[in-house]
């Protein structure tokens, strides 16, 4: 059974060879997104997980005038 699911989705993209390569490459550019975003947000959250009061962040200004 699902070895004719197979062969008609195979005839199905050989006959839209246009339709076809538009869906994969928009997966492909969408996954691509994905994973990059995912990446950029886990970069910017991975600073300062090695202290111990890490949820009380501060920041020093200095103002030179």
């Known amino acids: 059974m699902i070895k004719n699911y197979f062969k008609t989705a195979l005839r199905n993209l050989k ?7 538009i869906s994969v490459l928009g997966l492909a550019i969408g996954i691509a997104a994905c994973l990059l975003i995912f ?22 200004l200095r103002n030179f005038s």
């Open 39 to 60: 990446l950029v947000i886990s970069f910017e959250t991975s600073f300062d997980n090695f202290h111990k009061k890490k949820e009380l962040p501060y920041h020093l």
């Open 15 to 21: 006959r839209n060879v246009s339709y076809t390569l």
